[in-house]
């Protein structure tokens, strides 16, 4: 030591305390803003597979390895800044004296020799991310850059940082072999080199450890004031944010939509309170602790924006600028929070008010203007010259597909539509601030059960146009005992002519492998996955607990593992299969494509001719990256000959069609059309087809074929499904050897023994006076879901056969006859009963809740053959009424939307 080195390492350490204190300092005020947000219990537990996963991704660098170049250069700087921090701050010994360092461990030659790889990797990662940040710079195209409308002074400043850090360790080393002369060439091999450029000097290598040391210092004390550099604070954040994401097994936040959460807890039409509950996010306080960490984690790399189908046909969305907005509006507001602020939403100021309601001037003058200020801004709303722009423009929320891109490609697990769809849900819920479109498409799925408005009886139709018979529930099959497998159609697959052909497909498909399936008919309803999208939480629970009052009466009495669904619609297959168990639903659901797969496997689908044809294969999202079903489609198109010629974009990178998130309802007014875009892409491979396994996307895309096509482009180019390909390629079967196929004998039910009626003569008068009672009143019993005109609810068997068997038994009964008037009306909405969504589903009559048995009628009619058991079967109606109507028959007899209390 010196007075040089002394002098660098007395102001090295002087300098660096208000450095520290500034960035512990940001670490506080980081900490407690992002407590402000809403409580997520469910994001603790469980530990272990959580940080399992943490570790995971931080170790394998999971999610950036899939960015080729960029993967390993942010690996390498990621461990150059994790490790270096320990050889950094060894440079407060070293600046006092450079041939000191960290007591024992430097002395060990692995210490040397991870210092020796630490610094190089430093260098060269970070000069590779340089490069690319260069390469990829918004200059000209701009929207074409991931990296537009990224904060570049942060990203300059964070990379200079780095690249200085990385020279100072490495020049450090350098300076202490030239200075003492020792080097080894295991640990030492390019330090040492550098070594012979350099004078052996004690001050040259102390000035070197300050410039080290001040350099980290400098970083410590700029990014602690600027809380909202995420491309700094990510290298903190994003071990945590990893660790609280949403799927605790590692995978990331799609398939299944966020519930809506209010105070921690999942809002259901059983619990909610619209007076204490928030339903959606309209504040940025109203986001969860979680979705705050998320705006602080974002690195602003801009991979989701440059995946997003939105930003790349010219919408006003990019979900990175999204997260961004979020986040600076947050954090600008968060004094006014932190204070107690609070507006109710009328925008009136109830936090900070005295006991009697008056507002705190005081207390309001204390916090900062700015953050006043911002807590005027609206959240999302439109934006008027004039006014104060909203934080989140209405355009710009309506124009995510919610095809899953950016979640799927974010390297920090970053839920950014799970925030759009709880931003659209207050806009729905609460505002009623929505594209005049949806309206139509709630009043379509409340009152007719399906988009396009159609009657329910029209559900069938497809099955007319059929060469072979198809059973139906409720009238080919009253149970689905002895059946494999049910065929949820869906409502494109029902009314929309171009779905149709699919539907067609797979039922003949089926058939031709002998697979026993069945259809609900008129009694399906749409799964309301378009609503929930939509933001429009509640229609969409309608909808799910209709259908899981359905299913459960036709799973009634069938083992769990043995209840199987097979739906054509992607959305259909995510809605049943992955939110309808949040609401009780629990079924073993597949996509069409995954069954015939699987059929072709076991030789029940044998192609006997190749469709030899150049095909190129759209990947829906709700299929392919909300479900990574990706193979099984491919794998059946390459089983019916065809050659796939892939897209640019596919796979878990391919490009939207533009119909999710409720976006197949709404006009595209600015840009390009996103299927049209999609389309482009599709021709730019020559294909002679296009093949997709979702009808949106079908439909989609064969309306851009079209649009092409008017331009002299794409002729004779077809979008068909991938179950097409596979018809066009198997021997197809006589209409009777399909229905023989698929054709099941009911099994013989075992005969139920008759009580003993020792008195029969004593009770032979009872018959003529209960009989007839007990044959009129077991349809009211058996009402299910007690809709006007006597309809039975889904699954109940028809009283007609009962009664009849009543009046055989007890001749001198008058009333006998009146048992037919219950007869079976798919989901009974003739007689006056209207269809669901009128009021909620608010249904007229005694509507049992779900799940909830109707007293069977069938049990009437024995009882007038045995007179012994006549008087309480004569009582059975009694029983009949005692589960009370109640809205869609929640708990607590909490009523649906709309429905008038009992």
């Known amino acids: 030591m010196n007075t040089v080195t002394v002098t660098l390492g007395v102001i090295g350490v002087l300098l660096s305390l208000p450095c520290w204190a500034s960035f512990f300092g940001g670490v506080s005020t980081m900490i407690r803003t992002i407590r402000l947000g809403q409580p997520a219990p469910d994001r603790w537990h469980p530990f272990i597979p959580r940080f399992k996963q943490m570790i995971i991704e931080f170790i394998a660098h999971t999610r950036m390895a899939k960015f080729r170049t960029v993967g390993w250069a942010h690996w390498l700087v990621m461990i150059g800044f994790l490790l270096g921090m320990f050889v950094a701050m060894e440079a407060y010994i070293q600046t006092f004296n450079p041939a000191s360092g960290w007591p024992i461990v430097s002395t060990w030659p692995m210490y040397h020799f991870v210092d020796e790889l630490l610094g190089i990797v430093t260098v060269v990662g970070v000069l590779t991310l340089i490069a690319i940040r260069q390469l990829n710079h918004p200059r000209i195209p701009e929207r074409l850059s991931r990296f537009s409308g990224s904060n570049f002074r942060a990203a300059y400043f964070v990379e200079a940082v780095v690249l200085i850090e990385g020279l100072g360790m490495i020049l450090v080393k350098a300076g202490r072999i030239a200075m003492t002369g020792h080097a080894n060439p295991w640990t030492d091999f390019f330090t040492m080199r550098v070594a012979e450029l350099l004078p052996a000097s004690p001050n040259m290598v102390s000035a070197f450890a300050f410039v080290k040391l001040m350099s980290a210092m400098v970083w410590l004390a700029v990014v602690g004031r ?16 990893i660790y609280f994401k949403r799927e605790d097994d590692g995978t990331v936040a799609l398939g299944a939509a966020k519930p809506m959460m209010s105070k921690g807890v999942a809002l259901t039409m059983d619990n909610v309170d619209p007076d204490t509950d928030t339903l959606g996010t309209g504040q940025i306080e109203d986001f969860s602790w979680k979705g705050w960490l998320d705006f602080t984690t974002c690195t602003e790399c801009g991979r989701c924006q440059s995946q997003c189908p939105a930003w790349n046909t010219g919408k006003p969305l990019s ?130 059960g399906n988009p396009w408005g159609q009657n329910s009886k029209d559900r069938l139709n497809w099955i007319n146009e059929m060469d072979f018979e198809i059973p139906v529930y409720g009238q080919d099959a009253d149970t689905f005992e002895d059946y494999e497998y049910l065929f949820w159609v869906g409502c494109a697959g029902a009314y929309e002519d171009r779905a149709k052909k699919t539907t067609k497909a797979v039922a003949e498909l089926l058939a031709t492998a002998g697979v026993k399936f069945m259809v609900l008919g008129a009694d399906e309803t749409c799964t309301g996955d378009s609503a929930r999208r939509a933001g429009n939480e509640f229609l969409f629970q309608q909808l799910a607990m209709q259908n899981i009052e359905m299913l459960n009466s036709v799973f009634e009495g069938v083992e769990q593992k043995k209840r199987k669904i097979v739906v054509t619609c992607a959305h259909c297959f995510n809605a049943l299969g992955n939110e309808y168990p949040e609401v009780g639903g629990d079924y073993e659901v597949v996509h069409h494509t995954q069954l015939l797969n ?16 150049d095909i190129t294969y759209h990947d829906p999202c709700f299929l392919g990256r909300h479900n990574k079903v990706y193979d099984a489609p491919r794998e059946l198109m390459e089983a019916s000959g065809a050659k796939l010629i892939e897209m640019p974009r596919h796979g878990e990178r391919s490009m939207c069609c533009g119909a999710g998130g409720a976006r197949m309802w709404m006009e595209e007014n600015i840009g390009k059309r996103i299927n049209v875009d999609r389309v482009d892409e599709a021709l730019s491979t020559n294909p002679k087809k296009i093949a997709t396994g979702c009808p949106f996307c079908r439909v989609m895309l064969t309306d851009g074929v079209t649009a092409r096509q008017e331009e002299g482009k794409g002729e004779g180019v077809e979008v068909v499904d991938v179950a097409a390909l596979m018809l066009n390629s198997v021997t197809r079967l006589e209409s009777a050897q399909l229905t023989e196929n698929i054709k099941v004998i009911p099994r013989e039910k075992a005969p139920v023994a008759a009580a003993p009626a020792p008195v029969v003569e004593e009770a032979s008068p009872v018959v003529e006076e209960t009989a ?45 006859p009146a048992a037919p008037v219950a007869k079976p009306k798919d989901l009974g909405l003739a007689g006056g009963a209207k269809a669901p969504g009128g009021k909620g589903l608010q249904m007229k009559g005694a509507a049992k809740a779900p799940d909830a048995k109707a007293a069977p009628a069938a049990e009437a009619a024995p009882a007038a053959a045995a007179p012994v058991v006549e008087a309480p079967a004569a009582e059975s109606p009694k029983g009949a009424p005692v589960t009370k109507a109640g809205g869609l028959g929640f708990k607590s007899g909490a009523k649906a939307p709309g429905a008038r209390k009992k």
């Open 319 to 448: 979900p990175k600028l999204l997260i961004m907005s979020l986040r600076d509006h947050g954090y600008a507001k968060a004094p006014y929070l932190l204070a107690g602020g609070r507006k109710d939403m009328g925008g009136d100021e109830v936090g900070l008010v005295d006991a009697e309601g008056n507002v705190n001037e005081a207390a309001l003058a204390a916090i900062p203007e700015a953050a006043r200020r911002e807590a005027e801004r609206k959240l999302v709303g439109e934006t008027t010259s004039g006014e104060m722009a909203p934080v989140i423009d209405a355009e710009t929320l309506w124009s995510c597909t919610n095809c899953g891109a950016c979640v799927e490609q974010c390297p920090v697990d970053i839920e950014h539509v799970d925030h759009i769809i709880d931003m659209r849900r207050y806009q729905v819920l609460i505002e009623s601030e929505f594209p005049s479109e949806l309206a139509g498409l709630f009043k379509n799925l409340e009152n007719k």
């Open 226 to 241: 600027n809380i909202t550099w995420g491309v700094a604070w990510h290298r903190f954040s994003a071990f945590f944010n």
């Open 598 to 613: 699987r059929l072709v496997r076991q030789k029940k689908l044998i192609p006997v001719a190749s469709v030899s044809e």
């Open 772 to 816: 007839a009672p007990a044959a009129v009143a077991a349809p009211a019993a058996g009402k299910g879901l007690g809709m006007a005109g006597g309809a039975k609810a889904p699954g109940a068997k028809n009283a007609a056969a009962p009664a009849a068997s009543a009046e055989a038994a007890a001749p001198a009964t008058e009333a006998a």
